[in-house]
């Protein structure tokens, strides 16, 4: 049985007066693809901020298996978070040097971030600027980025939405090896119902919670082969009672 990565207990976040999460519960569990899906508004980013220690929880807790998992985590946000000034190498080499200070420890994760990016097919790019990139390009370079100071949790909010369907699916296939080639848990929020079957191995879904402190309330739900058409139904109901709470204006935090 797969141990837990991080359990998040009983936790509520709120931004001002308006809580966005509450009665979170959910286990993160180590080695396999976690999508999160759910309406605009619903939480998702603010999931994600939680798990990366961006955003505090009001009450409750996150438990880490131990201590260094919590400070390995790497966050890809929606436009990529390359620095337009540095090339394709110098963004994916930022994390390392911030990391790691001593110059013996900094040539072993240089070497490391070389191998990344010859295995992702963009090691040829290495002295080209972000804004030369294709969207698929540019995402990979994120990717290697974050691989790079070797997280044990990877959180990507929507990373290929906008990209096309071919280099999409690339990348989501490439996504469900992480685990396996990098030893990372990748937590991917997505809008696409057929994506986060295709990719992930847990759904955390966001459902409709007009009686809690919340909007809405997360639920983990196994994304099992033989059942993926019970699944795919069971996401599109819930979007479709969302429908109702979105139209009344809940503010897109994400």
């Known amino acids: 049985m797969r141990q837990p990565l991080v359990e998040i207990r009983d936790a509520a976040v709120a931004y001002g007066s308006k809580t966005i999460l509450a009665a979170l519960n959910?286990?993160?569990?180590?080695?396999?693809?976690?999508?999160?899906?759910?309406?605009?508004?619903?939480g998702k980013t603010t999931l994600l901020h939680l798990l990366a220690g961006l955003v505090p929880p009001r009450i409750g807790s996150l438990v880490f298996s131990n201590s260094a998992e919590a400070r390995s985590i790497a966050l890809i946000p929606q436009d990529y978070g390359l620095f337009p000034w540095k090339n394709v190498r110098q963004n994916a080499i930022m994390g390392i040097e911030i990391r790691h200070r001593d110059a013996a420890n900094r040539?072993?994760?240089?070497?490391?971030?070389?191998?990344?990016?010859?295995?992702?097919?963009?090691?040829?790019?290495?002295?080209?600027?972000?804004?030369t990139l294709s969207g698929g390009q540019k995402q990979r370079v994120?990717?290697?980025?974050?691989?790079?100071?070797?997280?044990?949790?990877?959180?990507?909010?929507?990373?290929?939405?906008?990209?096309?369907?071919?280099?999409?699916?690339?990348?989501?296939?490439?996504?469900?090896?992480?685990?396996?080639?990098?030893?990372?848990?990748?937590?991917?929020?997505?809008?696409?119902i057929q994506e986060a079957l295709r990719v992930s191995d847990k759904i955390v879904l966001f459902r409709p919670s007009p009686k809690n402190e919340a909007p809405f309330r997360a639920e983990l739900i196994p994304n099992l082969p033989e059942k993926q058409a019970?699944?795919?139904?069971?996401?599109?109901?819930?979007?479709r009672s969302a429908r109702p709470f979105v139209e009344e204006g809940i503010p897109d935090e994400a």
């Open 26 to 42: 959910l286990s993160i569990q180590r080695g396999l693809v976690h999508a999160v899906v759910g309406p605009t508004g619903c």
């Open 107 to 131: 040539r072993a994760a240089s070497m490391r971030c070389d191998r990344i990016l010859e295995e992702l097919r963009i090691r040829d790019l290495s002295d080209r600027w972000p804004s």
């Open 142 to 192: 994120a990717i290697a980025r974050a691989l790079a100071v070797e997280p044990s949790l990877l959180l990507m909010d929507e990373p290929f939405s906008a990209l096309d369907a071919d280099i999409r699916e690339e990348l989501q296939d490439l996504l469900r090896s992480l685990p396996e080639r990098y030893g990372t848990t990748p937590v991917i929020v997505t809008h696409d």
């Open 230 to 239: 019970e699944t795919e139904e069971i996401l599109r109901a819930a979007l």
